[in-house]
Nanobody
Framework: QVQLKESGGGSVQAGGSLRLACTAS????????IGWFRQVPGEEREGVAALRTGLGDRFYGDSALGRFTLSRDNAEILYLQMTDLKPDDTAMYYCAASANSWCAPWNYWGQGTHVTVSS
């Protein structure tokens, strides 16, 4: 059973930085897609960034380009470094994993970690 656990959320002022971490366990495939989504109550979930572990390629949503960076410390931890944060980045951030390298469907989800950016 794949389990994902997020950490690193919190409150920060606009222009500041945060690093989110997703600790993954329980998966045996070495070529999957893992990434970050975010959601604000009443709005659709938005894809932030994703990484295919086999190829190492990364994908970023428009809101993340130039400000957020994905990195992987080892086979279990995925980081999302967020810089130049804006109030619009305020959301619940979720780590998700797909059981294949196609980045769909997203089979596994963490509980989320909240990020608040104040102006």
């Amino acid at each position: 059973q794949v389990q994902l656990k997020e950490s690193g959320g919190g409150s920060v002022q606009a222009g500041g930085s945060l690093r989110l971490a997703c600790t993954a366990s329980g998966y045996t495939a070495d070529n999957i897609c893992i990434g970050w989504f975010r959601q604000v109550p009443g709005e659709e979930r938005e894809g932030v960034a994703a990484l295919r572990t086999g190829l190492g390629d990364r994908f970023y949503g428009d809101s993340a380009l130039g400000r957020f960076t994905l990195s992987r410390d080892n086979a279990e931890i995925l980081y999302l470094q967020m810089t130049d944060l804006k109030p619009d980045d305020t959301a619940m951030y979720y780590c998700a994993a797909s059981a294949n390298s196609w980045c769909a469907p997203w089979n596994y989800w963490g509980q989320g970690t909240h990020v608040t950016v104040s102006s």
